[in-house]
């Protein structure tokens, strides 16, 4: 049986972002509607998804630059 470790990194990466996601958006959503009410809750949802964006556009930018340098190494 071959191992393929990378893989197993990465899907292990891949794990604790989703996790991590899903803990800072329900128990930490969830705190805010239970302390504060649905309205606060609802602006603490738009605050968490305002702040994902600048590391979505950083994460697309990276992924573009791979997908060039990939492109460029093959011509």
């Known amino acids: 049986m071959k191992r393929d470790l990378r893989a197993y990194a990465r899907q292990t990466n891949v794990q604790l972002i989703v996790g991590a996601l899903l803990l800072l958006f329900l128990v930490g959503d969830g705190l805010i509607y239970f302390f504060y009410g649905p309205g606060a809750a609802v602006l603490g ?16 930018a990276l992924l573009l630059l791979d997908w060039i340098t990939k492109r460029a190494r093959r011509e």
């Open 45 to 60: 949802l738009l605050c968490l998804g305002a702040g994902l964006v600048p590391i979505g556009l950083t994460y697309l």
